[in-house]
């Protein structure tokens, strides 16, 4: 399974723009990238998933650089409701692999 | 349409006790996972089902043992609980493969003292 790195916290303000970034140096040709979301007391909830090059929602963006060594959560004019623990995952979509997830990144929103 | 609905939310049991904790999905998932979160940490994977009839380890799995006799409902049975294994514990379940998303329940909270 690659191993991704992630920053521990990042602080922002509302109504700005915040990108984090999770290397993982060792991905494999058939690993996907997916990024979760946690608020305290609740399970994690899918954001975004990617493959390659660029993938945007209703919610966020993700952008994988051509050597897929890394990717960044862009997350546009965040709200103090944003704040919140993300979680990168690299995975590929054989059956019975298994997910790992690291420590995430503690995103603290202020106003 | 419930989700993944875990039951109980929240337990207390003393050293030695056993308890099982239940997750049923509505959505037809064939994948289903038990995770353990410690305070400030990450999820962790204890075991993984990829059809009714099937499970298998994940990466924290002694201690712990499942069962996935019907393809919406994974138990999560602890056969004699330890203050090691307080902590909360999240299902959750996905179409098939990991490029699928995971949906996950509102944990429960689990005491051992």
């Known amino acids: 399974l690659a191993k991704t790195t992630q920053p521990i916290s990042m602080d922002s303000y509302e109504g700005q723009e915040v990108n984090i970034t999770c290397s993982h140096n060792?991905?494999?040709?058939?690993?996907?990238i997916t990024w979760y979301q946690q608020f305290p007391s609740q399970g994690p909830r899918f954001i975004i998933q990617?493959?390659?090059t660029k993938v945007t929602n209703e919610v966020a963006s993700l952008f994988i650089p051509a050597d897929r060594k890394s990717s960044t959560l862009s997350l546009p004019r965040v709200s103090l409701s944003d704040t919140a623990v993300y979680y990168c995952?690299?995975?590929?979509?054989?059956?019975?692999?298994?997910?790992?997830f690291g420590g995430g990144t503690r995103l603290m929103v202020k106003p | 349409n419930a989700g993944v609905t875990q039951t109980p939310k929240f337990r207390v049991l003393k050293t030695g006790q056993s308890m099982t904790l239940l997750c049923a999905q509505d959505?037809?998932?064939?994948?289903m996972y038990w995770y353990r979160q410690d305070p400030g940490m990450g999820l962790r994977l204890i075991h993984y089902?990829?059809?009714?009839?099937?499970?298998a380890k994940g990466e924290v799995p002694d201690g712990y043992n499942v069962s996935r006799l019907k393809k919406q409902n994974f138990l999560l049975g602890l056969e004699s609980a330890a203050p090691s294994q307080t902590s909360v514990y999240f299902c959750?379940?996905?179409?098939?493969?990991?490029?699928?998303?995971?949906?996950f329940g509102d944990g429960t909270r689990l005491s051992i003292l």
């Open positions: 990617g493959y390659k």
């Open positions: 995952l690299v995975a590929p979509n054989n059956a019975g692999n298994m997910l790992t």
């Open positions: 089902s990829v059809g009714e009839g099937t499970t």
């Open positions: 959505m037809n998932h064939e994948y």
């Open positions: 060792n991905i494999a040709t058939n690993d996907y």
């Open positions: 959750a379940s996905s179409y098939a493969g990991n490029d699928q998303p995971q949906h």
